[in-house]
């Protein structure tokens, strides 16, 4: 359900009677869920992905308007991708190499080429360390990318892209475990990023896929990282350089996170800031949405409720009926693990 603040739920009804394109729902009066009509039913879809999927992420990859979705394969050193369609079916995915990846991805046109590129943290030579970064540099359409592994010491983990020096080209980051450090290696334009790192800031010392590492925009077209951690968040902004010239801290009173999404809901291309969190008192997992005003992370006043018992990991309209609707993954012992798919109904 869509939980609208400051009077908006009964001009949010009002909206619904009026024929505001929702059928079978709430539509939420909040804009930072774009007049969406949330479902009060859900339909199971389910999917065979690969051994030990530690990750789902929703990304409309081939860029044809629809939402795709991707698992991280960690047993079987690939990925799955689920072409996103209109009837939100999982049907015939693709399966690209990708190495034994960490957990975390990161996306973005990282050879300027107008298609998006992956990157990700890889044990290239088994668990438990991560030895290199993954760079999986795509061509338009649906074919099976190119993938380069590059050397990295000291067990690196989470990992984003953004402009972090403000030369116009994405920068790769990533948590280092030795020495604790955010380091930071520069990015060329053309596909390639430097050599040798610099550590840039310190992080906390805590387990793997405790740390999150969240690209998002902020004042004056500057691209910041929110790193999210169990029980807060931190907020770091660059300068020239790739230095991290402040680190705030926001969503304050915000516990038991368990993934950030941006996702653009409304359309007016900023994109919101959803924060997955368990709901007393049977545990599901609510989206609660906030925005960046330039100064500040505000509440934006939509909550949209997830399924009982079940971890989110993207939220996007994956069949196009203009409901928002939520994927995860099943752990199954000793067989592939199953990609989850609920549909708002």
């Known amino acids: 359900m869509c939980r609208a603040t400051r009077g908006t739920a009964a001009r949010a009804r009002t909206r619904a009677s009026a024929g505001s394109g929702c059928v079978g729902g709430r539509c939420c009066g909040s804009p930072a869920c774009g007049g969406r009509c949330l479902g009060t039913r859900w339909e199971l879809r389910e999917a065979v992905a690969g051994r030990e999927t530690i990750e789902v992420f929703a990304l409309d990859i ?16 690939t990925m ?3 072409w996103g369609n209109p009837g939100g079916s999982l049907a015939s995915p693709s399966v690209w190499p990708m190495g034994r990846m960490n957990g975390q991805l990161a996306w973005g046109d990282l050879d300027e080429d107008g298609d998006l590129d992956l990157v990700a943290t890889v044990q290239s030579h088994g ?21 380069r592994l590059i050397p990295e010491v000291g067990d690196v983990r989470e990992i984003a892209l953004l402009d972090a020096d403000l ?9 280092r475990v030795e020495g604790g450090c955010l380091l930071l290696r520069r990015g060329d334009g053309r596909g390639g990023i430097e050599e040798q790192g610099r550590c840039v800031t310190m992080l906390r010392d805590l387990p793997d896929m405790s740390i999150q590492l969240t690209r998002v925009a902020v004042a004056g077209g ?7 951690y169990p029980n807060d968040f931190e907020l770091m902004r660059f300068g020239a350089g790739g230095d991290v010239f402040d680190s705030l801290p ?18 007016d291309g900023r994109g919101e800031w959803q924060v997955h969190r368990r709901l007393p008192p049977d545990g599901a997992i609510g989206t609660d949405v906030y925005r960046w005003d330039g100064a500040q992370v505000v509440a ?3 909550s949209v409720t997830g399924v009982p018992e079940f971890l989110p990991r993207a939220i996007a309209d994956f069949d196009g009926d203009g409901m928002l609707d939520l994927a995860g993954y099943h752990r199954v012992s000793d067989g592939p693990w199953m990609l989850r798919m609920y549909l708002r109904r």
């Open 62 to 77: 081939d860029a044809d308007g629809r939402a795709d979705l991707l698992t991280a394969d960690q047993l079987d050193s």
């Open 80 to 82: 799955h991708v689920f």
């Open 127 to 147: 668990p438990p360390f991560a030895d290199a970064i993954g760079i999986m540099r795509r061509e338009p359409g649906r074919s099976v990318p190119s993938l």
């Open 167 to 175: 030369d116009g080209h994405l920068d790769v980051l990533v948590r």
């Open 222 to 228: 500057r691209q910041g990282l929110v790193v999210r």
């Open 250 to 267: 926001i969503l304050p009173g915000v516990r038991d996170a368990t993934n950030l999404l941006l996702m653009d809901n409304n359309g």
């Open 300 to 302: 934006a006043g939509c």
